[in-house]
């Protein structure tokens, strides 16, 4: 065991007048299994890379292990798998690296084929099974449930539970409650570490944020009995002082000395409900600073004349010679909201590909009703570039309600005046499901919606669904959000 300090870290991007962290004091036992949240642009990947000595700041950081980053970055993948293991833990003997993968059900066979030939869950669990054969060595794992089907999230999950030594980032509340016994949150206006998994934080959140609430009201309460208490006496106080001078109201002369006394009494008194009245907005101030803006969104969708949208009977799908989907069957009806289930490779893009109007080639029955308006939010954000008022004119979407619902995903007005290719990976999505959401549609298809996608922003999107119950297909390997949100589940 050894710690992790972290003091008076602070750091700003280059050209940039907003400090990611200032004067952050905190430390880390090497053998926790730390889950790392927060909003999506609050600096979490930044301060891995910070972690890694990848940019520079101010404070200082000392620890005792290698930190290693994760995605690692493969640059030969025509090599053997075996050989990529090596690369990253040269020291490791064949028999460790065989009882690793085993405890990821992964099979010895893998090691003797090309690493590109593996798919992306299983190139996953190598390298993070790789990474951890490695000595002292304390692991940065960035997001490694992005892409995964739900069954190798599971195993993933459960190989991490066995684990010690990593901080780990992920937006799936089920993959984090159940392998980490830390949380490491990244708040607006600090950064806090607790015992326990994510829900129990998100329990301790809740009851603090109600607290703050209620002291809040209380304080306003206060604030507004001290004010005008505060008048009413400065009130009196001038009215004793300009009697000074005057008389009494049957003409005798005061005794200005008394009159003189009692002013200050009235004035020392007003002083200190001041004071109080000061000190009061003062608490106040320090409240209400982590409670997160989760406003709540909303969705405009159409309402088509008959009930039945999309069939699909007895469909298969083929690239080529190659069939990847076979005898799919499902109806889309007005008011379903179908999560789409299914390993990786299965088909479920090329299905939401096929409704949404894309030339595949497919056997049986397909039929979708005329006109039939489709908002699709797909797994890709590469293409986004340029500003956001130029997005909205280009996918004729009001730009105002656009933005609001921008701000309600926790965007800073400041995000508004930069280029789209520099956002993060989960604010990069906030757009795409922002633009769905502006759009006038009957039928929204999502593809994957969450991947990045911060937990308090998934909340608030689950909070929409069910509210609005707008007419859905999805793909999503949150287990969370599918449970709460899915009427209807067709697996693959």
Request: aromatic share 10%; hydrophobic share 35%.
């Amino acid at each position: 065991m050894s710690l992790i300090n972290v003091t008076n870290l602070t750091f700003a991007y280059e050209g940039s007048y907003d400090n990611i962290f200032e004067n952050v004091s905190f430390q880390i036992d090497t053998d926790w299994k730390l889950g790392f949240t927060g909003r999506n642009g609050r600096g979490k990947t930044t301060f891995l890379n910070i972690l890694l000595g990848r940019y520079e700041y101010t404070g200082t950081i000392s620890a005792n292990v290698t930190f290693e980053y994760f995605p690692y970055e493969v640059q030969e993948q025509e090599n053997f798998t075996i050989d990529i293991i090596r690369e990253i833990s040269p020291n490791s003997a064949d028999w460790e690296i065989i009882k690793e993968l085993s405890l990821l059900d992964i099979d010895d066979d893998v090691l003797y084929r090309q690493f590109y030939t593996l798919s992306k869950g299983e190139q996953n669990k190598v390298l993070i099974a790789a990474m951890f054969l490695k000595e002292n060595s304390f692991l940065l794992i960035d997001e490694p449930t992005n892409h995964l089907d739900a069954e190798a999230r599971e195993k993933l999950s459960n190989y991490l539970r066995k684990k010690k030594g990593f901080i780990l980032i992920s937006h799936d509340r089920s993959f984090l409650d159940n392998c980490i016994d830390h949380i490491l949150s990244i708040n607006k206006a600090d950064i806090e570490i607790q015992k326990g998994n994510f829900s129990t934080w998100w329990e301790n959140k809740e009851r603090q944020d109600s607290f703050e609430i209620a002291e809040n009201e209380k304080l306003k309460k206060d604030i507004s009995r001290l004010s005008k208490s505060a008048r009413r006496t400065s009130n009196w106080s001038d009215e004793v002082e300009k009697s000074k001078k005057g008389t009494t109201n049957s003409g005798s002369k005061l005794d200005k000395g008394y009159v003189g006394h009692k002013a200050a009494k009235m004035m020392k008194r007003s002083k200190s409900i001041e004071n109080r009245q000061q000190a009061a907005i003062e608490e106040k101030s320090k409240l209400l600073k982590n409670i997160e803006s989760s406003d709540g969104l909303k969705i405009s969708q159409l309402a088509y004349h008959k009930n039945e949208l999309v069939e699909l009977k007895n469909v298969s799908i083929f690239y080529g010679k190659t069939m990847v989907c076979k005898d799919v069957g499902f109806n889309i009806e007005q008011g379903d909201r179908i999560a789409l289930k299914g390993k990786n490779g299965t088909g479920k893009s090329s299905i939401i590909k096929l409704i949404c109007g894309e030339d595949i080639n497919y056997t049986g029955t397909f039929r979708k009703v005329s006109e039939l308006r489709i908002s699709y939010v797909s797994q890709d954000t590469s293409h986004l570039k340029g500003n956001l008022t130029d997005y909205a004119f280009d996918n004729n979407i009001d730009e105002s309600i656009f933005k609001a619902t921008l701000r309600k995903l926790d965007f800073s007005r400041i995000q508004f005046e930069k280029d789209m290719s520099s956002f993060s990976g989960g604010q990069k999505k906030k757009v795409l499901i922002a633009k769905s959401l502006c759009e006038k549609a009957h039928l929204h298809i999502w593809d994957e919606p969450l991947n990045f996608i911060d937990i308090i922003s998934r909340m608030q999107i689950e909070e929409l669904l069910l509210e609005y119950s707008p007419t859905m297909l999805f793909v999503e390997h949150d287990s969370e959000f599918c449970k709460n949100v899915a009427t209807k589940f067709y697996e693959l």
